[in-house]
């Protein structure tokens, strides 16, 4: 027989009485994730495992995060152009330094500038010897709109793999000279650079650019549809 075990005074009294004639006393069990919860928990865990993590070595040696990118195929990496290519030129060929998700072992892997759209701030890297097994991101077939939530996945001021959440506060077609835009409601900030913006399904909807800094929570994001004809072109 399993009988409860109390948390006030009584209880304990109980307990003892229990304890004395042999009896099992049980602690309950903690509650599980809701079906709900254990989805969300699951899709999140999927984001980051599309994301990789662009790095350099600092003065001391290590390693840190400076951009992020999103695998789009087995070994192809969206990322933002102002990531790899610094000086702003359009450099092909040029070798860039990640690492994948961070439960996986930490191994520097190269990949190599294979396309660049300095318009729209996109860039396409290929990984010379990308991981075995990673799962890629889709871009969402459907019309995003504004009040939309998103969930966001980058390296947020250099701390490895953060998980936000925003809303798309405006699509954007009148922003310098890129050609289609999402204004979102996030904490992204440095570090975020090259990473997606998801919809609820998983699906990426864009890709974080730039922020606004002296309007906190104003990020921007290249469309999805920006990002699809890029692809298409160059993929």
């Known amino acids: 027989m399993c009988v409860v075990e109390g948390g006030s005074m009584r209880g304990s009294v109980v307990f003892m009485f229990l304890a004395l004639f042999g009896m099992t006393v049980c602690t309950p069990p903690k509650p599980s994730l809701s079906y709900q919860e254990q989805q969300k928990k699951e899709i999140v865990e999927n984001l980051e495992r599309k994301t990789v993590a662009l790095v350099d070595?600092?003065?001391?040696?290590?390693?840190?995060?400076?951009?992020?990118?999103?695998?789009?195929?087995?070994?192809a990496i969206l990322t933002a152009n102002h990531c790899v290519n610094k000086d702003e030129t359009a450099t092909i060929e040029k070798i860039v330094l990640f690492q994948d998700y961070k439960d996986q072992t930490k191994v520097v892997r190269v990949a190599i500038v294979s396309a660049t759209d300095s318009d729209n701030d996109l860039a396409l890297i290929v990984a010379t010897v990308p991981p075995d097994d990673h799962p890629?991101?889709?871009?969402?077939?459907?019309?995003?709109?504004?009040?939309?939530k998103v969930g966001i996945v980058g390296h947020t001021v250099g701390l490895w793999w953060s998980y936000s959440?925003?809303?798309?506060?405006?699509?954007?077609?009148d922003v310098g000279k890129f050609s289609k835009l999402l204004q979102i409601s996030s904490p992204a900030w440095f570090g975020n650079s090259g990473g997606g913006a998801f919809d609820e399904e998983g699906?990426?909807?864009?890709?974080?650019?730039?922020?606004?800094?002296?309007a906190p929570m104003m990020t921007f994001f290249i469309h999805r549809d920006a990002i699809k004809k890029f692809l298409d072109a160059n993929l």
Do not use: F
């Open 165 to 173: 959440e925003g809303v798309i506060s405006s699509t954007r077609n």
């Open 57 to 75: 070595l600092d003065k001391s040696g290590n390693l840190h995060p400076y951009c992020s990118g999103v695998w789009v195929s087995k070994n």
């Open 136 to 148: 890629i991101a889709l871009l969402s077939q459907v019309d995003v709109w504004d009040g939309q």
């Open 203 to 214: 699906n990426m909807v864009g890709m974080c650019s730039w922020i606004m800094g002296k």
